[in-house]
Structure formats: C-alpha cells, structure tokens
C-alpha cells in the first residue's frame, strides 16, 4: 500500500514477518525475506509505516508502537481498529495472541487488555468506567457469536477438544453486520459480556478461542 502523507493518515500499516517454523525447516525452506529501508523494485513500490521480525525492528516493539497509542486514544474518546491480514500460517493468530497459552509468546490482544485496565486503574477515582466485549469470528459468511455460552457448550459437546468446526446454535437468530446511517458498524444480536476485571476479560478471550472454528492446513500447523 502505498501511503504518500503517512504521517497524516489515520491508517497505519506495519508488516510483521515470522520466522520459519519447525515444519518449514524440515523441508528445507531457507529464509528469503530481507528488510532493506527505501527500496524500490522496479515500477513497483511498497510503503509500510513499519516492519517487524525478520531483520526489520523486533517484534517486541510493536505493541509499543502500534497499538498502545490507540488504547490511549480511547480515554480521549477515539475508536481504533487493529486489522490483522495475511494468508493462512503467516501468523495472524500468534501475532493478535488470539490463542494465547500460559507461559507463551503473549500476543496483541492480551496487551491491549493489560494496558487498557492499567489505564482504567489510574482513572478510576475520577471516572466510571463500563466495558463490555464481543468476540465473534465470521467463517464462510456465517457470523458465529463465540461468546453465546450455547455455542461454547455445543462446541464442547461437538468434538471433545473445544474446537467447534462449523455450527449454528438452533433457534438463535443469527448475528448480523449492520451499518447504521451515521457509518457506525454494529453486531446486532451478539452477546456482550459485561467485564470489570482484566481476568473477566482474559476468561472472554481464552473461552472465544477455544469455539473458534480453527483448523489445521500445511502452513499453520494446528
Ligand atoms: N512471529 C512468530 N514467531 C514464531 N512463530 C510464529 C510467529 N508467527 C507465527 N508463528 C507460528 O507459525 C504458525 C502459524 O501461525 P498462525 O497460526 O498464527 O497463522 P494464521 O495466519 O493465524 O493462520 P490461519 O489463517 O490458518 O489461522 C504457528 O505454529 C505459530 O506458532
């Protein structure tokens, strides 16, 4: 993408590249991705605000960098989305932290929630804070409600293992996406949990992974 005012824009693009994982490495696969600044190849140009991992920045910067700003932004009444976009196995789970385990790699979201509730915390005497959160994962156009506890519990029933592969619960209306006249996106019908600890939320987090309808392809290993 190409961004001639970066530093103007409201949209911020940064590159996470990942190393080779173990499958990659047996096969042989050399890592093939340098980061040189500044470089043009040919007619065509690619500019991102950043670029992590690989032998760009490392990847421990990038919350720092990217997201904690847009958490601050909040307090200040502005909205912020973060986008994660990349072919299957290029990381976008491991880079969100989506799958988060204990003791691993900790990934965006669950940052965003430490710096979010650190924040809350400072402000808490002179503000009332209420958080509410959805988490919902679309799959072949169908929007699936991960936080509905009847799809948790249909998806632990389903295959024993907490992976709910494709579903819909009987007798709930579907969520929807819908755009209101103002451009304002909202989740009709989706359950929101309301959380006043970092721990309610983590519970949120780790209970929408687990009904998450991932599955294993040869480049992400699941
Ligand atoms: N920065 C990284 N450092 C080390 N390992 C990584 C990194 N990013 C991803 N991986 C590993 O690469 C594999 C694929 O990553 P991941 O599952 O996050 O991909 P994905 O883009 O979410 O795939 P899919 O779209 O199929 O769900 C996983 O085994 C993950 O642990």
Redesign the pocket.
Known sequence: MTMEHGEDCCVKVAV?A??L?GDEKLQGCKDCVTVVPGVQIGTHSFTFDHVY?SSGTP?TAMFDECVAPLVEGLFQGYNATVLAY?Q????????MGTACKEGTHVGIIPRAMAALFDKIEKLKNQVDFQLRVSFIEILKEEVRDLLDPATVAAGKVENGNGHAGKLSVPGKPPVQIREGSNGVITLSGSTEVHVTTQKEMTTCLEQGSLSRA?GS?N????
């Open positions: 996470h990942r190393p994982i991992g990847s990349g299957t196995g290029s990381g976008k789970t491991y880079t991932t392809t480049m992400n290993n699941q």
